[in-house]
Each structure stands twice: as C-alpha cells, then as structure tokens.
C-alpha cells in the first residue's frame, strides 16, 4: 500500500502539549499530517530555527504551501487549515 503524501508536517518535540493539542485537532478533523521529533531529527531542528526561524514548538508547515506556516498553538490557523481541508474535500465529491 502507497502512502499518500500528507497535508501538513507538524515538528514537535516530547512532553509538548501544545503539539498534542496541535495534532489532536487535526486528527478530528480528518488532516493528514507526518510529525517529525525535532529531538530525533536534528536537521529538522536546524531547519525550522536557522531557515524558518521558530523557536517554540509545535511548528507546522502545509506541505502544498510552504509560506503557510505558524509555530505555537493557532487555532486561528487550525481553524482555516480546517476549512481549507472541507472545501477541498467539498470539491472532490
């Protein structure tokens, strides 16, 4: 089975609960996501602070539009990113 690429990937690290709450609300939403363990990953770290500059997690990226971007707990940006996703969705039916 292929995998089909994912909307948006979400850097987070351990014990992070905005990352959680990041994840949590995608999931209920039916968005696709990859999460990347900044702690695992060390050039995720070096990308998302030296070439994005974010210093607080989570960081998400849409993966169609790598300039819609936030880090932290938006939920202004989950919220359009839900919408977005439903309208697609809307338009495939």
């Known amino acids: 089975m292929t995998a089909s690429p994912t909307a948006y990937t979400v850097y987070t690290k351990p014990d992070c609960h905005n990352c959680e709450k990041t ?7 039916g ?4 999460v990347v363990d900044i ?3 060390p050039a ?3 990308y998302i ?7 607080q997690a989570p960081v998400v990226v ?7 971007r ?3 707990l938006r939920r202004d940006k989950l919220v359009t990113a ?3 996703h439903h309208a697609r969705e809307g338009a495939t039916v």
């Open 44 to 46: 995720a770290l070096e």
């Open 31 to 34: 968005i696709t996501y990859t």
């Open 62 to 68: 849409n993966n169609a539009d790598d300039q819609d």
């Open 82 to 84: 839900s919408m977005k």
């Open 23 to 29: 994840k949590d609300y995608f999931d209920s939403r």
């Open 39 to 41: 702690t695992e990953v």
């Open 70 to 72: 936030w880090s932290g």
């Open 49 to 55: 602070t030296a070439e994005l500059g974010y210093s």
